[in-house]
């Protein structure tokens, strides 16, 4: 017989009823499988994407396709315009040339950003900033009810009713991240989402993250300046330098992935490396 | 239940009694010590009247219908003339905060009117108005008018941006986008306009209805003055503080029971 033992890094705020958790899913499921649609991922084609702040030229040319589902990475030096390409591609900014294309129409709701602040309105419960994620669906009859969902899904559902003020970092993080998911997007773009939370936070954070993307199969783009939050959960990395892609690499590891281990160690390494070239050769 | 917990539970309970209590505390003490100084001979009678001489003439004031009549009428021309007065400098915040063009338009022709101070247009709004009523309401209004419009201006201008841009993201129009944003957001600064204002509107209105009126408490003191009956003059003033204290204890009030997401108004 083989004794596996798990290890679980300590669970600073997040304890997730797991079991309320399943049968939200399985409510979810039995109330109306028309009303709730499993969309899966959208696909995404960029092609040469430019994007200049006058005569600062942040992309230069940026080619790039996401298979539907898959779960991306961008890793870069600040300043080498990470931040601006993900903002191009959740529409918040116009790009100066070149074009994002998802492959068929999508519908304002289905495609969410969450930032590295909480962004929640101070005045309205934690349910109420869950429903505004709902966008143009909140007048439905089932905003409250799928507001709750969200909100158990990670493990704030208690917290319903109470302000934001009183939420630690965490928490206020996840229910950024409810408010995200709430409309059930087809892709999700996260701007260094976890950049602001203390580490071991962090680690129950990309947790939850890695659960509600394998359960709800969006395409999620994740902005991080941590190489090692990039390959314990990315299917793929993309380094970005001085507006390029510089380096495109697939973690084929499985999941789950076990922190701290070898071969991500090695990968993660080795991505540093990379990041740390100019460094190397000024110092030369 | 565990002792701490009965002790702290019973704290509680009580501080809140004692809260009430302690802010009336030192306007009792001056009282106290005002009427021992008038009745033990201090000071003259002439100078200034005993307490029970001012109630006494309260009293009087009361019967005769005068007080109450005096009271109605300089409440009534406060609560019209803020409103007025606030609601155009709380429509003029809202444009100039939400559209640039109206701010370039208007913006810097307010801030010159706002440096004269409107207690010198009593000469003219006299000749323009006489002393009847919309004399009183003019200049209400226009003192009303800017801690209000710079207030409600400022709390627009200072919402912060990225919940702005979070609003727009998930595809708020630019009504929820007011309602659901920009509005509570400049909350907190609009009240602090309207607690200033209210405190420019009794001082506007005591000035105005000494100067030129035939009624209201300002004009009641007046008469005292000019039949020496300092008991009644110093119960108008008593009666414009209290007056002033209601009317911020209705605009805490108000802050407490719209703020309660703020930080500042929580309740302990």
């Known amino acids: 017989m083989q004794l596996s033992l798990r290890v679980f890094p300590p669970d600073v705020d997040f304890v997730p009823p797991a079991k309320l958790i399943e049968q939200a899913r399985k409510a979810r499921r039995a109330a109306d499988p028309k009303l709730e649609p499993r969309p899966g991922g959208l696909a995404l084609t960029i092609r040469d994407l430019r994007k200049s702040f006058g005569e600062n030229h942040v992309l230069r040319g940026i080619d790039l396709h996401i298979p539907a589902g898959q779960f991306v990475a961008i890793v870069g030096r600040s300043g080498c315009g990470k931040s601006t390409l993900l903002r191009l591609i959740a529409g918040l900014e116009p790009a100066t040339a070149g074009s994002i294309s998802f492959g068929e129409n999508v519908r304002a709701e289905d495609v969410r950003v969450m930032f590295q602040e909480p962004r929640l309105l101070p005045w309205a419960t934690v349910a109420a900033n869950v429903e505004v994620g709902l966008g143009r669906q909140r007048v439905r009859h089932d905003a409250k009810v799928r507001a709750e969902q969200a909100l158990t899904e990670v493990g704030l559902h208690d917290k319903r009713a109470q302000w934001p003020r009183i939420l630690s970092g965490g928490q206020k993080q996840r229910v950024a991240l409810a408010r995200a998911l709430v409309s059930r997007p087809r892709v999700l773009a996260l701007d260094e989402p976890l950049g602001a939370l203390d580490a071991l936070t962090r680690i129950s954070m990309q947790r939850l993250l890695e659960r509600v993307w394998s359960d709800q199969a969006f395409t999620a783009i994740l902005v991080t300046h941590d190489v090692s939050e990039a390959v314990a959960l990315a299917d793929r990395v993309l380094v970005i330098e001085q507006g390029w892609i510089a380096h495109d690499v697939e973690i084929n590891i499985a999941r789950p992935r076990r922190r701290g281990s070898a071969d991500l160690a090695a990968l993660e390494g080795s991505i540093l490396q990379e990041l740390l070239k100019e460094d190397r050769s000024a110092d030369a | ?268």
């Open chain 2, 1 to 268: 239940m565990s002792m701490a917990e009965a002790l702290l539970g019973d704290r509680k309970s009580r501080l809140p009694r004692l809260d009430g209590i302690v802010q009336w505390l030192l306007p009792a003490a001056i009282l106290l010590v005002w009427q021992v100084v008038c009745s033990r001979g201090y000071v003259p009678a002439r100078v200034l009247p005993a307490p029970t001489d001012v109630v006494l003439a309260g009293w009087k004031s009361l019967q005769s219908g005068e007080l109450v009549y005096n009271i109605w009428v300089s409440f009534w021309r406060a609560v019209v003339g803020f409103l007025i007065g606030g609601g155009i400098g709380f429509a003029f915040g809202l444009a100039n905060g939400l559209s640039p063009f109206s701010d370039k338009l208007t913006d810097t022709t307010l801030q010159m009117i706002r440096n004269v101070p409107h207690l010198a247009l009593i000469p003219l709004v006299i000749l323009w108005f006489g002393i009847e009523e919309s004399a009183k309401l003019f200049l209400v209004a226009l003192g009303v008018f800017f801690p209000v419009y710079l207030n409600t201006l400022h709390g627009i201008r200072t919402v912060d941006p990225q919940l702005i841009e979070m609003g727009r993201i998930y595809g708020m129009n630019s009504g929820e986008l007011f309602r659901r944003v920009i509005f509570p957001g400049a909350l907190p600064s609009i009240f602090v306009g309207v607690r200033f204002a209210l405190g420019i509107m009794w001082l506007t209105l005591i000035v105005a209805e000494t100067i030129a009126a035939s009624s209201g408490l300002g004009y009641m003191a007046m008469q005292a003055r000019e039949f020496m009956l300092i008991d009644v003059v110093v119960l108008s003033i008593l009666i414009y503080a209290l007056l002033g204290k209601a009317a911020d204890s209705v605009s805490r009030f108000l802050e407490r029971i719209t703020l309660s997401w703020h930080p500042a108004f929580q309740k302990h």
